[in-house]
């Protein structure tokens, strides 16, 4: 019982630094003028980007306090290896965060969006957060695969498919953005459902990683609703793909990871459609998002904007259920 309360009071602390420091991080993103159009809006209005900036800080210190707790006053349930995975998961989370925030740095000069990476920077610059989780061995060598089973990868894994699985799933979540409170809305629901299964599994890393990552998108999800006061950026998108991989790595879940990432998936193969120069946003009339192609389905989002019936709010509300009943199938899969 003194496990689940000091977990909770770290989530809260995740929580409360992501709910009391992200006022004064719109301020300051405001004053150093890195901010971009809302695109679905009647009069494209400049909001700050980059909010994974908090959301990663929310992380740290909600991580850190858990370390503390059990390293000074109660056992550690795994032994001391566990310190070495919580860390090797900051670190991988970190350095992803950074590389987000890197892309959100240089905006274009009509502030329609960042423009700070190249396409083929991005994932050779993700392949670094990887390195942690690499030289630690991290995971088990043998995966269990939908509809393949049990398949052993022996150094495959640590060598090639750790930084696979970092480098897509960071570069996957990406794929799906534009709207306000979408990627952290879909953050909620796949940290929640893949916490909850970890926890209910015995996986006790993946499980501490995703509460912590809920608390802290849950208070910024306050923030990034709509009407936004802030933009997500890559530096959240690509934390996200991060915490993805490490829960996925850490607790051995690569198949329920997959499976909740089903909509990702469906997301790159309509994006590939556009050739990747689509965007998933549309545009504001009469209260009501419009798709910039007309009928054409280059995202999600376009399942719902083509008809010009739905607000944003709404919009995000359907993508947020979509994720719900693929992430509700890692319970049956």
């Known amino acids: 019982m003194i496990k689940i309360i000091i977990s909770l009071l770290c989530a809260l602390i995740s929580f409360l630094v992501v709910w009391i420091f992200t006022p004064w991080l719109i301020k300051y993103l405001k004053r150093i003028n890195l901010v971009v159009k809302d695109q679905n809006k009647e009069d ?7 909010g994974g900036l908090i959301v990663m800080g929310g992380m740290f210190i909600g991580l850190l306090m858990y370390v503390f707790f059990k390293v ?37 000069r009509n502030h329609e969006s960042s423009s700070g990476l190249k396409q083929w920077q991005k994932p050779l610059l993700t392949l670094v957060a990887a390195i942690p989780l690499i030289v630690i061995n991290a995971g088990n060598d043998t995966m269990s695969m939908p509809f393949f089973g049990d398949i052993k990868f022996g150094l495959i894994y640590p060598m090639i498919l750790i930084p696979l699985g970092v480098v897509g799933a960071a570069n996957m979540v990406n794929l799906l953005a534009g709207f306000n409170g979408l990627e952290t809305g879909m953050g909620l629901v796949y940290t929640g459902m893949l916490g909850l299964y970890a926890y209910t599994n015995g996986r006790l890393i993946s499980a501490l990683i995703a509460l912590m990552a809920f608390s802290a998108l849950l208070a910024f999800y ?13 530096s959240l998108t690509y934390l996200l793909g991060a915490i993805l991989a490490c829960i996925a ?9 997959l499976i909740a990432s089903i909509p990702f998936f469906i ?9 990747f120069q689509k965007q ?18 280059y995202s999600i989002p376009h399942l719902f904007t083509r008809t010009g019936k739905f ?22 899969v």
């Open 280 to 297: 998933s946003y549309g545009y504001y009339k009469d209260g009501k998002v419009y798709n910039l192609y007309g009928k054409k389905i």
């Open 72 to 108: 000074f006053f109660f056992e550690l349930p795994l032994g001391r290896y566990y310190l070495t995975y919580v860390f090797a998961a900051i670190i991988s989370i970190m350095i992803i965060t950074f590389i987000g925030f890197i892309d959100d740095l240089i905006i274009k």
């Open 267 to 275: 997301e790159f193969v309509l994006k590939a459609r556009g050739k």
């Open 311 to 332: 607000s944003e709010k709404q919009v995000v509300y359907f993508c947020i259920f979509i994720e719900f009943l693929f992430a509700s199938l890692i319970w049956w």
């Open 222 to 234: 306050y923030y990034n609703k709509c009407p936004a006061k802030i933009l997500p950026g890559d």
């Open 249 to 257: 790595i850490l607790g051995n879940m690569e198949k329920a990871v």
């Open 44 to 50: 494209t209005p400049l909001v700050p980007i980059s």
